[in-house]
């Protein structure tokens, strides 16, 4: 399993920002894409984002298109998403992963592990 952890979440107001963190732990994300997903109470998990190996393709679920934007640092082996315009229903706890490629539909269920994640609450 390629361990990644998940941080930058926290509570914030309607129309605020926040940025999380997805450090990769004992390997280098350089060939990884790094995926997205979040839960949030009583849901199923769903993805938000997902961006590739090199940073030149991201793909972005539509409820957050336009608001949230994946970037990375290989140098500081750390993906970003930045989370513009929050919503109280971008409430939930937010998880990364580190897979082969993005694929162009993200289904929670095709993967089997998953850190602790970072919650993100949006709330005035």
């Known amino acids: 399993q390629l361990h990644v952890v998940e941080s930058g979440g926290g509570l914030v107001q309607p129309g605020g920002s926040l940025r999380l963190s997805c450090a990769a732990s004992?390997?280098?994300?350089?060939?990884?894409?790094i995926v997205w997903f979040r839960q949030a109470p009583g849901k199923e998990r769903e993805g938000v984002s997902c961006?590739?190996?090199?940073?030149?393709?991201?793909n972005y679920a539509d409820s957050v298109k336009g608001r949230f934007t994946s970037s990375r640092d290989n140098a500081k082996n750390t993906v970003y998403l930045q989370m513009n315009s929050l919503k109280p229903e971008d409430t939930a706890v937010y998880y990364c992963?580190?897979?082969?490629?993005?694929?162009?539909?993200?289904?929670?269920?095709?993967?089997?592990?998953w850190g602790q994640g970072t919650q993100v609450t949006v709330s005035s």
């Open positions: 004992g390997f280098t994300l350089d060939y990884y894409a």
């Open positions: 992963l580190a897979i082969p490629a993005c694929p162009k539909t993200l289904i929670a269920s095709l993967y089997d592990y």
């Open positions: 961006i590739g190996a090199l940073g030149d393709s991201t």
